[in-house]
């Protein structure tokens, strides 16, 4: 499965140097290395240039791949996807509450079986791999059996994977539903096992508020105070009949951001799913709290959620990344995603460019996920996790490239046109770990 | 380029036996044969149904192609795409005006060149059949080589196409002008050249209201009055900038439809790209004149345009067809744009079923083009155009196809996952005219 490690890769490189504060100037951080050079060793990157520069240290017998032709961009990060719902993607008609009911909830009964969870674990990692996803924040089910299959699936390719076993004690079908003290006890079992073991993270993943008692809030509250570098992910704001329930459910918490708020599970490291419908009140909880938002074009609009307002999160300095949701998202593309992403800002008359895609793709996603010290660019001593692009990847792709002037312009193409095709190579920890057919 | 001619095909069947009136009973016209014989004779078709029914009439040396584990059904039809515009897919930024005065119009200028439109409608073509497409509604250049060089591609593979040099006599750069003169005579060359020529139709295609004169847009009307089987071809009330536009160009008009009106360029044979920003009177001057509408989901939510309302044109009763609008879309595959239109849809809160989608795409297209009496469906006598599906085209299609349990299901996941992989064959007047590497 992991081949065997090479020296470096030779090639045109892009990335950005630095973090861009307050979501500004992305142009002022790009980096561009037309013939390139990056060493690696043991996983990480030990040497970024010029190959002009950088070849004379390399030994006679350096193991270097060469990408004269392809674009290589740190590894994307998706910062909200279900495992469990691969096999449901394209689910017919219907809107959030709904689908949950009639698509997502009977596929992820299946995961109490721990051979079927093995089995879509090394399924869904390897089309993470194909679309150049090289870290993710995952949902598993309320099984535990599901985040054990997922996380042994990363841990052999040695993936930066955060993930966690879904909390949900209520207003889901029976054989779905855990209770405050077995969301407790798994939990803490498997953060016991996998917390900071290699590069997996564990995230406490209330499915959302709707689902979780007060109760069991408060049990993953305790978790979040008890191992302080826990990851938090769950849902929020995503369709106007989820917000109306919230409010039922929690009729003395102010907001839906406030339920989370009022359990301690609002953080730096806390990941909120979607946030379309957010009050002003929660904008600022979230940037109170340093709280993240991950952003979800393909499922905004395949189950019909609505227009995320970019804009205002950038005015709110509120980090974001982009994301899949499958399967409510409709690919496991964080290409489409930001294709997606822009027909969402142009439906609201603002601007996405693709230098700003590209960062919120890598090290935007990175800072989002609280990563960026250790992956998201090319700065020597990071994590080796990148991927080859390759703008010929089809007939049309190839004809559009050859028309591009700029390697803004050919980014941007391959970013609306691109697909599983685009991404030829996927690198993780330094090691190839897939190659398009 | 076409390869010798078959008797027939065998495989799964899904096609309309029967129009749908009023759009409403699509599932009581859908017919789907499992186990299926399309017979076929100079481009046509000669016998549908059963293979158990059908095998006995079979000559001993009959040459069938066989497509046990895929998916049959009739070309698909692209009501509105512009084949000088392949090249400058994915432009970034703008909305429509500034797009066209950016990318649309420098793109347009090198059809002059008649290599340069031969090598092109060459591409073109191909990326129709390579996604499926058979026929299709063209938007060429100002230039009378441009239409020239794509009916000969599409001669050469006998196809039904329809097309028309653009007339365009004010707010373009200059070379890109022509004058009433200059369209009227063009295009009565080109028409008395291609129009009904083999399977070939002209028509008449001022670009938008805004880029002819009153005296050019009286040409266009002249020339359907002096040839009344032509068709005309054009954009209606896209962008709300280019509805104001309209409104101060033809001050004297009361709506951007009347405009056309005025000149006599709506009809049953008349196909108006777009239709976003309607007022009531120019829904009923749709209807009022059986003209057509040519919906593009991917180029509507690309150049920011707004959000199609199809639920009211069902209620109007406007025919409507699906496109893609290449280069303002941002793909050449009918499946994708209809997974687009779903999104759209869903964000409006309207329901779009797989079975009205691969209605729209098909029989339903050629309703709106006024050609069901020739192509569409398998009927018997009808013209031979039709693709095959693979259900099992990507790893994750694969895997989500095994996972249907009904053939709608299964379209519907191929409509939303699908790409030009998902055409694994595509044939014109009965010859097998693409096969996917």
């Known amino acids: 499965m992991r081949n065997s490690a090479i020296d470096g890769v030779r090639g045109r490189f892009l990335d950005f140097s630095e973090s861009v504060e307050k979501r500004s100037d992305f142009d002022g951080a790009v980096r561009y290395v037309e013939d390139g050079l990056l060493l690696l060793k043991e996983g990480h990157i030990v040497w970024f240039g010029d190959w002009s520069e950088g070849r004379d240290q390399l030994l006679e017998d350096a193991h270097i791949h060469e990408y004269p032709d392809q674009l290589i961009v740190p590894g994307f990060i998706d910062c909200h996807i279900h495992f469990p719902q691969a096999e449901i993607i394209a689910a017919y008609g219907e809107q959030l509450l709904e689908w949950l009911n009639n698509y997502a909830f009977p596929a992820e009964k299946q995961y109490g079986d721990i051979a079927y969870s093995r089995e879509m674990a090394e399924f869904f990692v390897a089309e993470l791999l194909r679309n150049g996803t090289t870290t993710a924040a995952v949902f598993c089910t309320v099984h535990h059996q599901s985040a054990e299959a997922l996380f042994a699936a990363a841990q052999r390719r040695n993936m930066r994977i955060i993930a966690g ?194 960062y919120m793709a890598t090290l935007g996603g990175a800072e989002a996920l609280s990563l960026d010290h250790l992956l998201g660019n090319f700065e020597v001593g990071k994590e080796a996790d990148f991927v080859v692009l390759d703008p010929a990847a089809t007939v049309l792709q190839a004809k559009r490239s050859e028309k591009s002037e700029t390697i803004v312009d050919l980014l941007f193409a391959l970013m609306i046109m691109g697909d599983d095709r685009t991404v030829s190579h996927t690198y993780v920890d330094g090691r190839l770990v897939h190659k398009r057919e």
Request: glycine share 6%; proline share 5%.
């Open 165 to 358: 076993k879904v909390l949900m004690d209520r207003n889901a079908p029976p054989d779905l539903l855990d209770t405050p003290e077995i969301a407790y006890d798994d939990s803490r079992m498997l953060i016991e096992k996998y917390h900071n073991q290699g590069r997996l993270l564990y995230a406490v993943t209330p499915r959302f508020a709707p689902t979780s008692t007060p109760d069991q809030l408060a049990v993953a509250g305790q978790l979040m105070r008890e191992y302080p570098d826990l990851y938090m992910q769950t849902h929020l704001s995503e369709n106007k009949e989820e917000i109306q329930w919230v409010q039922e459910l929690f009729p003395d918490r102010k907001s839906y951001l406030d339920v989370y708020e009022y359990f301690g599970l609002t953080g730096p490291r806390s990941i909120f799913g979607h946030c379309i419908h957010l009050e002003d009140g929660e904008w600022k909880g979230l940037y109170d709290t340093d709280s993240v938002i991950a952003f979800c074009p393909t499922s905004n609009l395949f189950l019909g959620s609505g227009l995320f307002d970019l804009e205002r999160a950038r005015k709110e300095n509120v980090r974001v990344g982009v994301a899949t949701d499958v399967g409510g998202g409709t690919s496991f593309s964080i290409l489409t995603s930001l294709s997606e992403a822009y027909k969402i800002m142009q439906l609201q008359k603002q601007k996405f460019s693709a230098i700003e895609a590209l």
